[in-house]
């Protein structure tokens, strides 16, 4: 059974870094498309970036010029590189991973159907 653990996240000052780690275990680790997902205190879970394993991305407009999403198969890890971050930045940050039959964009799209979900990382942006 794959599992998702997520880390890297923090306390950050308006304008700073955060890298974000999703890290994949269990069988055919490697096959999974992977999604970056967030949820701030009273509002809906938005996607932020997807890749698949044949490396298609999907930013969503929050992350576009901000955030990159990257992978290393060596260590069946998903990062999420968080640049110029701003105080409506701050929520849990999910990953999620399928295998997923469709664009990486509907993939973003439809995380609610996403197999398979790590249990979060918390970001705060504030000065």
């Known amino acids: 059974q794959l599992q998702l653990v997520e880390s890297g996240g923090g306390f950050v000052q308006p304008g700073g870094s955060l890298r974000l780690s999703c890290a994949a275990s269990g069988p055919n680790a490697r096959n999974y498309d992977i999604g970056w997902f967030r949820q701030a205190p009273g509002k809906d879970s938005e996607a932020v970036s997807c890749?698949?394993?044949?490396?298609?991305?999907y930013d969503a407009d929050s992350a576009k010029g901000r955030f990159t999403i990257s992978g290393d198969n060596a260590k069946n890890t998903v990062y999420l590189q968080m640049n110029n971050l701003k105080p409506e930045d701050t929520a849990v940050y999910y990953c999620a991973a399928d295998m997923w039959r469709g664009t990486v964009r509907a993939m973003c799209g439809k995380g609610y159907t996403l197999h398979t979900w790590g249990r979060g990382t918390q970001v705060y942006v504030s000065s």
């Open positions: 890749v698949t394993v044949n490396d298609d991305i």
